[in-house]
């Protein structure tokens, strides 16, 4: 199988009209690295990101393919989509304020936006073909694959976020929370999809952190929080961004892989 990452770009769930110039191979290189970091906590699906190891009939495509292209192993994705939140952010943030909890996991009173949890958190939810992903509970993630298999996934998750975490930190970077999907090859659980990338985790810089309040991520949000300006519904077509915002979403993610990778 063959995956290729493009440069598009979507928020709110809407693809929008103009991508951002070399998403799709940040998004790749930084993939393979963490999958190579890993490897020894779980197998991966990753068999090669050099175009030469490809299939002859990719070789015509390998000026478009390269750098932005995975061969990897197919697997059968399993539904679940496996969060790990070390940080109270995001929609955890808001769910806390409400409830005290946190995809009906309670929290201590008196937590502040983005403070540090003692221990990460598993978050598991549901994939969406279209819309919004569905928070649930452990036990439903125990329903859908199997209590044993749950199990599983979230020692596995944690054990990997919390590697990354140590790894990203003696590099100044906080990984507040991130994303795993796994899939089976003949019944062995394996890593799949993209690994630890800024569409898939919120990375902040510990130089600029400061608990009590919303934290500029190395991600899309720079383009979130320019579409939040306009009178946009939030529904297809999503309007074209200005070349400014396209450009310092750019450096955003090319600012994180050089920091991560190198």
Same mark, same amino acid.
């Given at each position: 199988l063959l995956l290729v990452a493009s440069d598009r770009i979507s928020a709110f769930d809407v693809i929008l009209p103009n991508g951002i110039p070399g998403k799709g191979k940040i998004l790749t290189q930084i993939s393979a690295y963490w999958f190579k970091q890993t490897e020894n906590i779980i197998p991966n699906h990753l068999v090669s990101v050099n175009v030469k190891d490809f299939p002859d009939f990719c070789q015509s495509a390998g000026d478009m393919l390269e750098g932005r292209s995975m061969l990897v192993k197919k697997a059968k994705p399993l539904p679940v989509e496996c969060i790990v939140r070390g940080y109270i952010s995001g929609s955890g943030w808001k769910e806390y304020k409400k409830n005290g909890t946190v995809c009906g996991i309670k929290l201590p009173f008196g937590l502040t936006e983005s403070e540090k949890l003692s221990e990460p958190i598993f978050t598991p939810s549901t994939k969406a073909e279209e819309g919004h992903d569905i928070n649930i509970s452990f036990e439903e993630a125990g329903r859908m694959v199997g209590s044993?298999?749950?199990?599983?996934?979230?020692? =596995?998750? =944690?054990? =990997?976020?919390? +590697?990354?975490?140590?790894?990203?930190?003696? +590099?100044? =970077?906080i990984i507040a929370d991130t994303k795993f999907e796994f899939g089976l090859i003949n019944n062995q659980l394996i890593l799949i999809d993209e690994v630890l990338t800024p569409d898939s985790s919120r990375f902040w810089s510990i130089k600029t952190y400061q608990p009590g309040k919303g934290q500029d991520s190395y991600d899309k949000q720079i383009i979130r929080d320019y579409l939040l300006t306009l009178t946009w519904d939030q529904r297809p077509p999503g309007p074209v961004l200005p070349d400014e915002i396209i450009e310092k979403a750019s450096l955003r993610y090319k600012e994180i892989m050089d920091i991560l990778i190198h």
């Open positions: 044993e298999l749950a199990g599983q996934l979230r020692d =596995i998750s =944690i054990k =990997i976020y919390k +590697k990354a975490q140590d790894m990203a930190e003696n +590099k100044g =970077i």
